[in-house]
């Protein structure tokens, strides 16, 4: 049995992986969802050379606490690739991660979901690096696709759905019938915004300066989408730096002052959903109407957020069962099931 069960390993290695902008997951063929870890890689340079220092959960710890020589560096922020290097280093780390450097009967095929901004340019170069990595066939697929997928939407019938994936670095709004993406559009809003929209609030009102970790620490725990019914909420303390005499200090600040900070991203996600609302052809419209809007990625984790898009579009609105992981399971089906084998590209 032990020999078998080893045989199994061996020859699943076949993987899906979502290669986000915040995050990296890893779905194994008849494994599921194997790694989740930030898309992060701490690079050292010493007497000139680079060298990879650590990758995901690791890098990202230090991030905003490294001194000159070590960087820590997101290769894909803002939806699109910022650094193809950087990036192919990381594909390989995880690829090595998950399988160690183990010899096996075949090579893998991998499917990578892209984010949906990236140039022909860039999708060769995330396609090489899988290439490189050790993958005898490499698939891409749209993102948006993948949420649909994973969120368990009739993607493959003639029905329309919206699905609206809210990520670090992109917000991408898409209607789906038929295997097909009827109608796509994507904003260059979500979780990396509202960071940055908490740290200019609090350096605007508060004359202090703090780290986007701490942003996002504050957003996870305490953002809200509305304010809250007695406009106050919770009361937060944030500590920074002063930037009147450039010391420590600590502030505080309520729920409600954080819904006016996340108002302007948040503003230009609903406008991102209404665009592709006015766009969709009137069959698909009335599909909508029923199926209601879908939404997926960490963002749609933000509370309120979907109450917010339910009163501004008069629609039905849900969040998907596990937003964070979406994309990875819905990739991995795509990899598994024959049904959605016309969704894979191959360039
Ligand atoms: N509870 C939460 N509330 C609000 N935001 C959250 C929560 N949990 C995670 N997020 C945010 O979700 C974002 C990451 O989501 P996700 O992993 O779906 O992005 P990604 O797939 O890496 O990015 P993209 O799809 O843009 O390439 C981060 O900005 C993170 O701060
Ligand atoms: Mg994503």
Redesign the pocket.
Known sequence: MAFFSNWFKFTSRDMAI????????VYVRGHGIVLNEP?VVAVETLNGVKRVKAVGEDAKLMMGKTPDSIEAIRP?RD?VIADIDIAEQMIKWFISKVHGHRRFPRFPEIVICV?SGSTSVERRAIRDAASNAGASQVFLIE?PMAAAIGADMPVTEPIGSMVV????????VAVLSLRGLAYTTSVRV???K??EAIVSYVRRHHNLLIGEATA?RI???Y?IAQKPADGVGATIHIKGRDLVNGVPKEIAINQGQIADALAEPIGTIVEGVRIALENTAPELAADIVDQGIVL????????G?DEELRDETGLPVTVAED??T??AIGTGRAMEDPVFRGVLQTA
């Open positions: 979502d290669l986000g902008t915040a995050n990296t997951v898309s894909l939806g984010p993102e994936d809210i990520g670090g670095g992109t917000t991408e979500g979780g990396d509202m960071d996002e957003k996870k725990e953002g997926t990625g960490g963002g749609a984790l933000l509370k957020l937003p964070l979406c994309v």
